[in-house]
């Protein structure tokens, strides 16, 4: 089974999100303005998987199904640097206890560096792994 057809069967789960498929991409709506799009792109071979301005690939289609749903869940958050208005990188994190940790970031080449930096930060809190009991 492709990977699109596996996250359309997961994401019968979630009515309340809305979701686009356009040949080998799918991708996902934030359903919150503090969220960010979950996009998928199926190569050949391998897989793209990104969270807004960041991407990332992969060989594995589970590491890419497991990186897709990340994405949706609340143990992610994107970190975006902004250069006056304008998104210059993105940075994954993960949390770890109470703390939120970098793991991988996307960045643009030419970016305004003279012009002020602000940071905002994107969630997608669907899947609720932190308040699952542990198995």
Same mark, same amino acid.
């Given at each position: 089974?492709?990977?699109?057809?596996?996250?359309?069967?997961?994401?019968?789960?979630?009515?309340?999100?809305?979701?686009?498929?356009?040949?080998?991409?799918?991708?996902?709506? @934030?359903?919150?303005? #503090?969220?960010? %799009?979950?996009?998928?792109? !199926?190569?050949?071979?391998?897989? /793209?998987? *990104?969270?807004?301005?960041?991407?990332?690939?992969?060989?594995?289609?589970?590491?890419?199904?497991?990186?897709?749903?990340?994405?949706?869940?609340?143990?992610?958050?994107?970190?975006?640097?902004?250069?006056?208005?304008? @998104?210059?990188?993105? #940075?994954?994190? %993960?949390?770890?206890?109470? !703390?939120?940790?970098?793991?991988? /970031?996307? *960045?643009?080449?030419?970016?305004?560096?003279?012009?002020?930096?602000?940071?905002?930060?994107?969630?997608?809190?669907?899947?609720?792994?932190?308040?699952?009991?542990?198995?």
């Amino acid at each position: 089974m492709s990977a699109i057809e596996i996250i359309k069967g997961k994401l019968k789960k979630y009515p309340q999100l809305k979701y686009q498929v356009e040949g080998n991409k799918i991708s996902v709506e @934030p359903s919150l303005a #503090t969220g960010f %799009s979950v996009w998928l792109i !199926e190569n050949d071979p391998g897989f /793209t998987v *990104g969270f807004d301005g960041w991407h990332e690939e992969f060989d594995s289609q589970d590491e890419a199904l497991n990186c897709f749903g990340f994405g949706l869940s609340d143990e992610c958050r994107l970190k975006i640097v902004m250069s006056d208005n304008m @998104p210059c990188s993105w #940075t994954v994190q %993960s949390k770890n206890g109470d !703390e939120w940790q970098d793991d991988s /970031t996307t *960045g643009l080449f030419l970016i305004p560096f003279w012009k002020k930096k602000k940071v905002k930060y994107l969630s997608n809190p669907i899947i609720m792994k932190s308040k699952q009991p542990a198995s």
